[in-house]
């Protein structure tokens, strides 16, 4: 079974900065590794994604203050994440795309999500 295991999230002050990371196991032909977030009461949005090229893209919320990398050696990812502001409030999921035993390749691996709370 695939295992996505993130940490890095808090309670920051705005202004300040934070990194995420999320670890997979059990998962191989890793592609595109990306982070989402659920803010309350709205849909879960994409803030970024990078492919196993190293071609990123970002929401236009975040672009110059938020930064993704992976590291593949260690099939993880990471989000760093400065100059925060209280509307970047949310639940930050991590998202893998890539195949596991017997499976067909999917987009459909999600991390248990960890919160981030900005203050003002």
């Known amino acids: 079974q695939v295992q996505l295991v993130e940490s890095g999230g808090g309670l920051v002050q705005a202004g300040g900065s934070l990194r995420l990371s999320c670890a997979a196991s059990?998962?191989?032909?890793?592609?595109?590794m990306g982070w989402y977030r659920q803010p309350p009461g709205k849909q879960r949005e994409l803030v970024a994604r990078v492919t196993s090229g190293d071609i990123s893209n970002y929401a236009d919320s975040v672009k110059g203050r938020f930064t993704i990398s992976r590291d593949n050696a260690k099939n993880t990812v990471y989000l760093q994440m400065n100059s925060l502001k209280p509307e970047d409030t949310a639940v930050y999921y991590c998202n893998v795309c890539g195949a596991t035993r017997g499976k067909l390749p999917s987009c459909d691996y999600w991390g248990q999500g960890t919160q981030v709370t900005v203050s003002s």
């Open positions: 059990r998962i191989f032909s890793i592609n595109v």
